[in-house]
């Protein structure tokens, strides 16, 4: 494939392998979107879908030979946020313009705007990636997107606790 690189098929076939969960060369397509994340893109559940992933298990399988194409596509989707673009969404909650946002704001974003995620999913999220909120109820939102992001903090932003 083309616009692929070797290097890109390599990082695929090893990322691929560590999906392939029964050995048999096979992809459940359930697992498509993780597998793309876990290659570097951000793929949006619409995305995955269209491009033949499943929301249940043992519906569908793909062959590594059949992914290559399916990565390809996916890294040409210009619908994908970047981190940038998540800063600049949750500096429309910084209303003191320093850093800082209401906690219970960001949990309500998770929960209602854009691909929603679950109660769950949102507390495994707060969790692991999100300070301890400060005296106000206010959070750090830099720092938590780098973590869900898996950016480093920018040197000049210190969590505030």
């Not at 519906?59 to 040409?76: C, D, G, H, V």
């Amino acid at each position: 494939m083309a616009d692929v690189s070797s290097d890109d098929v390599e990082r695929a076939t090893f990322a691929f392998n560590i999906y392939d969960t029964e050995g048999g060369g096979n992809l459940d397509a359930f697992f498509l979107g993780d597998l793309l994340r876990a290659l570097g893109l951000n793929p949006t559940q619409g995305l995955i879908e269209k491009l033949g992933g499943t929301k249940k298990k043992g519906e569908k399988t793909f062959t590594f030979e059949e992914f290559l194409p399916i990565f390809s596509q996916a890294r040409k989707d210009k619908d994908n946020g970047v981190y940038e673009d998540f800063i600049e969404c949750l500096k429309l909650y910084d209303k003191a313009e320093n850093g800082l946002m209401v906690g219970a704001e960001l949990s309500h974003i998770l929960l209602s705007l854009g691909e929603r995620l679950t109660e769950k999913e949102v507390d495994e999220v707060l969790k692991d990636c999100l300070d301890p909120e400060d005296d106000d109820g206010m959070v750090p939102y830099i720092p938590f997107l780098a973590r869900v992001c898996e950016k480093p903090v920018p040197d000049d932003i210190k969590p505030v606790l």
